[in-house]
């Protein structure tokens, strides 16, 4: 893809998180291979150490953080946000994966059902996929006009532009892939059982119309690429390389600090004070493993 969107780098504001992501990327460390997963699980324990750094200073300082990830079917958004939020409080880190509008919300003002999920102070809200479905799913499918596109196009920076104005931290990611490695991945679901469930009729539809969405993304990124919310393409064709500079580029973006915590001691346990096991049967699980 040839774009002037800015690419998200393995850069961090944490001395750890630098550490970590010398290693992330092939132009890192001049090696285009498959990264050894003792090497990945090293570089990602790092990093995660990191978020909870983050997620501690954002709750001191009361910041507002709102992450859109968007990118095509199958580029990996859903492993980024596993590996963002799998080490974190599920309080301070919140996921939105919203379904399908309903006919109450497509009656309401597009944004509406979006902005009741942005952050309170110390709270990050990460967006799998976002008002941008608008721009992506929505006018590939034909579930909007031409001109619901347009104006979503022209009033979304100024949207952002609020957003942005009011305090909120707003990051914006586009996950791409190559059409042979989405090629090999709707390959992998449709023969897995574990992963059956990821595949759907839209799916399908999508990986059909591969230069309709081509086109959809250049007028977005096009309109919406601004100074105030600017967006950071991830080659995601390795997953486990675009995890690792996903989140050390996401560390880089807010300047945080260690938030200094009284060390915590285990203390002992009450005594038994006369308390005894009850005797009875509880129906246990089988020890089948």
Not at 42 to 70: A, D, S
Not at 84 to 97: D, G, K, L, N
Request: with cysteine.
């Amino acid at each position: 893809m040839t774009t002037h969107v800015r690419t998200a780098n393995n850069g961090s504001s944490a001395k750890t998180a630098r550490k970590s992501a010398r290693g992330a990327g092939p132009s890192a460390n001049g090696k285009g291979g498959k990264m050894k997963n003792k090497e990945f699980e090293g570089h990602l324990r790092e990093l995660q150490g990191e978020l909870v750094k983050l997620q501690l200073w954002v709750q001191h300082e009361g910041l507002r953080v709102v992450v859109v990830f968007e990118g095509r079917d199958a580029a990996g958004k859903g492993g980024v946000i596993k590996s963002i939020t799998e080490r974190v409080s599920p309080r301070v880190y919140r996921v939105v994966a919203l379904p399908a509008p309903t006919e109450r919300e497509k009656s309401e003002l597009y944004m509406q059902r979006y902005v009741t999920h942005f952050p309170a102070a110390g709270e990050i809200v990460i967006f799998d996929r976002s008002w941008y479905n608008r721009a992506g799913v929505e006018r590939v499918m034909g579930f909007c006009s031409d001109q619901e596109v347009e104006r979503f196009l022209q009033l979304c920076p100024v949207f952002e532009r609020v957003v942005v104005s009011s305090g909120i931290v707003l990051v914006k990611y586009w996950l791409d892939v190559s059409e042979e490695e989405q090629d090999r991945r709707f390959k992998s679901r449709i023969n897995d059982p574990r992963k059956i469930w990821k595949l759907s009729p839209m799916d399908l539809e999508a990986h059909r119309r591969w230069y309709d969405y081509s086109r959809a993304r250049d007028d977005m990124l096009l309109a919406t690429d601004t100074q105030h919310a600017p967006w950071y393409v991830i080659d995601s064709n390795d997953k486990r390389r675009a995890r690792l500079n996903c989140i050390s580029h996401f560390l880089s973006l807010i300047p945080y600090q260690d938030v200094k915590r009284d060390r915590l001691h285990l203390p002992d346990r009450q005594k038994r004070h006369g308390y005894v096991e009850p005797e009875r049967t509880y129906r246990r699980v089988p020890a089948v493993f």
